[in-house]
């Protein structure tokens, strides 16, 4: 007598296969392009949110910083300010420090071996970047003659005052001051206290009236032409009118455009 068992009856393979799609189409969306959307949407979600808190975050902690500096009325801050405000250590106040100087937020002055930190607003932040813009490429040395020449406005600086207050030679100051004026950063101006001596200041800076004596001098020298023309004009005025006062001259003048103010 045989033991051999049935044959189990086994479906075929292609309907395997088609079931197998029909679960997958009841899975998931019918649309392809939608289902590649609903993905992406999602992959790229938590990412925008995380920025955005990041973003927000530093925006925060910035005007909490900016807060400390207002607080203060000259707006200088040490580092035991930042740190006793924010309640950082030491180490952590010295990463937002840096942190804020390389981002151009703050400033850092020195006095008696004591760091004081000012913060910077968006204009004076501006005109720092066209100024690195404009000095670009130039040795630290034609910044530093810069920087003390601008910090004179108007009044400008001697070859005296420079090497005082940068500690330079007199050959490097020469040269860097000959190299920045090359470029038009700088221009030299006479003054009326010495006859050769030149003061520097910024290109598009105009001397201060002590500077160049008004209009009463030309390229440093008493204009005595000018003062006789007006002498002759007041002269003049005076004659047809019979009398006048100074007041009335001086508008006289005026009107014509006489004095170059």
Same mark, same amino acid.
């Given at each position: 007598?045989? +033991? @051999?068992?049935?044959?189990?009856? @086994?479906?075929?393979? +292609? ?21 590649? +959307? ?62 804020? &100087? ?22 004076? @932040?501006?005109?720092? @970047? ?24 108007? =009044? ?30 700088? =221009? ?8 050769? =001596? ?59 455009? &006489? &004095?170059?103010?």
């Amino acid at each position: 007598m045989s +033991s @051999r068992r049935p044959p189990v009856k @086994r479906p075929p393979v +292609s309907g395997i296969l088609d079931a197998a799609k029909k679960k997958a189409r009841q899975s998931h969306p019918k649309n392809p392009a939608k289902r590649h +959307s609903q993905i992406s949407a999602v992959g790229s979600s938590a990412p925008k949110r995380a920025r955005t808190g990041g973003v927000k975050k530093e925006k925060t902690l910035l005007d909490k910083i900016r807060a400390i500096f207002d607080a203060k009325s000259p707006g200088f801050v040490t580092d035991r300010d930042l740190s006793g405000a924010l309640g950082y250590s030491q180490q952590q106040c010295v990463d937002t420090i840096n942190i804020l &100087l390389k981002k151009g937020r703050i400033g850092v002055h020195s006095a008696d071996g004591v760091a004081y930190y000012k913060w910077i607003d968006e204009d004076q @932040r501006k005109r720092v @970047r066209q100024r690195n813009l404009k000095l670009k490429g130039l040795p630290n040395e034609a910044k530093l003659i810069y920087q003390e020449i601008e910090k004179a406005g108007s =009044k400008g600086l001697g070859m005296r005052d420079l090497k005082f207050k940068t500690n330079l030679q007199t050959p490097a100051i020469r040269k860097n001051l000959e190299l920045m004026a090359h470029r038009e950063i700088i =221009k030299w101006v006479h003054t009326i206290e010495a006859k050769n =001596k030149k003061i520097w200041m910024l290109y598009n800076v105009e001397p201060a009236r002590e500077v160049t004596g008004g209009p009463w001098y030309d390229d440093g020298k008493f204009d005595y032409d000018i003062v006789k023309s007006l002498y002759v004009a007041a002269m003049a005025y005076v004659e047809k009118k019979g009398q006048a006062s100074c007041k009335q001259i001086t508008d006289f003048m005026n009107d014509k455009k &006489l &004095l170059n103010q």
